[in-house]
């Protein structure tokens, strides 16, 4: 061990009389300023306990010190850019949202609002009142309401409908989501007694009905929207479960998932239900989420009869689970824009991400390949036709036709570029595919394409 060294390290007294330490504390606060020249003296004199280093200069340290700045400056939670190719990226966020949401958002958060207060009658008001009517009108239904998310509607469901009563249910159906979501799980929590029935891949009309008792709380239909069972299988329609729910007078209700609220088979899709479709063939009650499909904020929508929202709205539980004015704000405006389906799909980013045309990737794919080639010398760029994933849990099948920029270099591997890349002050996620670093430009824009190109430029 060097002691000379150790004696010589600067004390943080001495640092902050230099020049780009005063700079710092004139834009940062003083304490994450002293943390950091700790860090920075500390991290040195592990090194010279080490015996890992032989000299150190002012210089050196000084640049440490403000590389530390920079990453104990920049938020936890930080914009990351998507070129997986995945649309809804549930670790990435899920979706992202329209101008129109943001605007919302900010408007509401920075000034006072009506969140819980009737301006004609100059009362107390409902926070859910200013939402219902336009979720009514899109989807048809009597009623609405907005929870946290989706897992919280399904609690919240269960738990008015079937509180210590049975929620008979398919085996094909007790679905586990993202990892953390398992219907099971959730039904233990709202004190709704499972009861399973049929088979994983084929369940009767008569499975159910042979369940049915003066116990019955509710028929529960889960939309499996995460994976597919194909071959020998056999479900219950909706249509059947709405005659059976009528028959012996118990509420059905369905967790439709994504919250699909447009016919993507127009778009040239395979056939995923929609909410309005599940209303319409007679569901009770329908619940789905806010940041899927439906492209807005992380919230849990409930729609159905009247009579069931309505005790939703008094049990206790949704007091823990109701949403932020903030949630309130985004919702409203996401959801206005489905009045018009064209002004939803241009403005909305997951629906004008998931029905992009093949075309306009390209070009897309082309002007960012032209920026890499133009300045990036030690890499090979290729544009490829491949496919995208929705995501989120939603259309597991559905392989969207994209184009990407394949990545390969001499100097680096594959995950080099990769862990660089990811490592980036703005983090760029991609995927390796045999070999090669995959871009998708689905998911990216053309305003980040100088970032890209920088983070190929400063890659080690
Ligand atoms: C995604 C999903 C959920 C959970 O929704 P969150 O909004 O993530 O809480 C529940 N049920 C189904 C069928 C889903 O697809």
Redesign the pocket.
């Known amino acids: 061990m060097n002691r000379e060294l150790l004696r010589n390290l600067p004390k943080v007294d001495e640092l902050l009389k230099e020049e780009i330490v005063e700079k710092e504390l004139k834009s940062t606060m003083r304490t994450l300023v002293i943390d950091t020249l700790r860090e920075t003296i500390d991290y040195y004199r592990d090194l010279i306990l080490k015996d890992k280093i032989e000299s150190i200069s002012k210089e050196e340290i000084l640049k440490t010190f403000n590389k530390l700045m920079k990453k104990n400056n920049s938020p936890k939670l930080k914009k990351v850019i998507n070129a997986t190719g995945t649309v809804i990226h ?1 670790n990435l966020g899920r979706s992202l949202l329209s101008n129109q949401a943001v605007e919302a958002v900010n408007n509401v958060s920075m000034n006072y609002n009506n969140l819980e207060y009737n301006i004609e009658q100059g009362k107390r008001g409902l926070r859910y009142s200013h939402i219902e009517e336009l979720i009514t009108r899109i989807t048809g239904a009597e009623a609405a309401m907005v929870v946290n ?6 609690m919240l469901v269960l738990n008015t409908l079937c509180n210590g009563k049975e929620a008979i249910v398919s085996r094909g159906q007790l ?1 586990e ?2 990892g953390s ?1 398992r ?1 099971p799980e959730v039904m233990k929590f709202s004190n709704a007694k499972l009861v399973e029935v049929g088979t994983t891949n084929r369940t009767h009309l008569y499975d159910y009905e042979n369940n049915i008792n003066e116990n019955t709380g509710v028929l529960l239909k ?5 994976f597919k069972i194909l071959g020998f299988t056999e479900e219950v329609s909706i249509e059947e479960l709405v005659g059976l729910s009528k028959k012996y007078n118990v509420p059905v209700y369905e ?4 919250g699909v609220l447009i016919d993507y088979t127009k778009y040239g899709f395979t056939y995923e239900p929609t909410v309005q479709e599940s209303l319409k063939k007679g569901m009770d009650v329908v ?6 499909m439906l492209g807005g904020p ?3 929508i409930i729609v159905g009869k009247k009579e069931y929202i309505d005790k939703m709205k008094k049990n206790q539980l949704t007091r823990a689970l109701r949403i932020d004015k903030m949630t309130l704000a985004a919702l409203e405006a996401t959801l206005k824009l489905y009045l018009d389906e064209k002004e939803a799909i241009e403005n909305i980013p997951t629906l004008n991400m998931l029905l992009s045309s093949k075309e306009t990737i390209k070009k897309k794919a082309e002007s960012l390949k032209r920026k890499l080639r133009n300045k990036v010398k030690n890499f090979n760029f290729h544009i490829e036709e491949d496919y995208s994933m929705v995501g ?3 259309m597991p099948t559905e392989k969207i036709e994209t184009y990407v920029i394949k990545i390969t270099s001499e100097e680096f591997t594959p995950e080099q570029i990769e862990y660089n890349l990811r490592m980036n002050e703005t983090p760029i996620v991609t995927r390796v595919y045999n070999n090669q670093v995959i871009m998708d430009l689905r998911t990216m824009f053309q305003r980040d394409f100088d970032t890209i190109v920088e983070a190929f430029l400063t890659m080690k």
């Open positions: 549930t998310n989706n897992a919280a509607a399904v679905v989501i993202g979501f219907v889960v939309h499996t929207s995460n967790d439709i998932g994504s619940t789905f989420s806010g940041d899927k992380q919230a849990g989120g849990g939603s």
